[in-house]
């Protein structure tokens, strides 16, 4: 019996899907504004301000579409706490920090980065995010700032990655080059003034001239210029100032004030109009007090109208 084999030959076929591409994006960091504290006047006090990173992203395939990229933006090592310094001798330092977050709770530096989350919506187009850091300066300074312009020149780390659940601290690859930015701030001296009130007494005759003298109390920073002057009072005129009777007059009774405790420099406000006191300040923070007298006199008179007689003098000190 014969039997037959039958063989039957099946035609197989497969399809093969295109393979998905991988991933190619690429970041960068297209520019940095400076970190500028601005015209300060001194004493400091924590002053703050804000620097912003522009970071963009690019993805070049189709598959890169939806998909994200972290962005980082830190500092460079820049000790705690950082440091500009004054472009003028003598050196002082202004110290103050860089910080990822609005509530200055942590310092920017090689791990811990401010961030931003790009996502790519089209082939082959950047699409840039800001990212900020915050600056805030000392409120006790460890040196004694002088006034100046400070600035510190920064060459700060940033990077980026694509994995899910990037973190700036763990898993986020560097980015080449270095952005740099600057870090400046300019402080303006500052000078404070109190005065006592001139007192001459109580008085029957003006036969003979009558002196008093009250002190002027000028506190300004350290390294801070300063001009004192006294105005000419309700006569509008240095050289010829006027205490009237009751404040208002029209008596009145003629008196000066000087430099001196010779008193043969009037204390006016310079320019033909008396001269003026001028100093240094000096010693840390705010300043030490100096203290100077001014020396009053009302010169020999005649007779005059009893009664209360004053006038009121404006102290200036300019810096």
Not at 131 to 140: E, V
Not at 244 to 271: D, H, K, M
Request: with cysteine; charged share 10%; glycine share 10%.
């Amino acid at each position: 019996m014969r039997r037959t084999l039958a063989v039957v030959a099946l035609a197989l076929a497969a399809w093969f899907a295109p393979g998905k591409a991988s991933a190619a994006i690429t970041c960068q960091i297209d520019n940095a504004t400076d970190l500028s504290f601005g015209t300060l006047t001194l004493p400091v006090g924590a002053a703050t301000s804000t620097l912003t990173v522009t970071a963009s992203c690019r993805g070049t395939a189709q598959a890169d579409v939806g998909a994200t990229a972290l962005v980082c933006a830190g500092t460079n090592n820049g000790g705690t706490p950082r440091e500009m310094d004054r472009t003028a001798t003598p050196v002082r330092t202004l110290a103050y920090d860089i910080y990822t977050d609005a509530t200055y709770t942590q310092q920017a530096n090689y791990t811990y980065n401010a961030s931003t989350l790009i996502t790519i919506t089209s082939r082959n187009t950047w699409i840039s995010r800001p990212i900020t850091l915050y600056g805030r300066l000392a409120n006790t300074q460890p040196d004694n700032p002088t006034p100046g312009n400070y600035t510190e020149a920064i060459s700060a780390v940033w990077g980026y990655s694509t994995a899910n659940n990037a973190n700036c601290a763990t898993n986020v690859s560097p980015g080449t080059p270095n952005y740099t930015f600057t870090s400046r701030a300019t402080l303006q001296g500052s000078c404070l003034i109190a005065a006592q009130n001139m007192n001459f007494g109580t008085y029957t005759s003006l036969a003979a001239a009558r002196d008093a003298q009250a002190n002027l109390t000028v506190t300004c920073t350290n390294g801070t210029a300063y001009t004192v002057k006294l105005d000419g009072g309700k006569s509008g005129n240095v050289n010829d100032r006027r205490m009237f009777l009751n404040g208002s007059g029209p008596q009145f009774v003629s008196y000066n004030l000087y430099t001196t405790a010779a008193r043969n420099t009037i204390w006016g406000t310079g320019g033909g109009s008396g001269s003026t006191v001028i100093g240094t300040g000096t010693g840390a923070g705010q300043g030490s007090p100096v203290t100077m007298t001014v020396y009053g006199r009302v010169p020999a008179a005649g007779t005059f109208t009893a009664g209360t007689y004053t006038d009121s003098i404006t102290a200036t000190v300019e810096y």
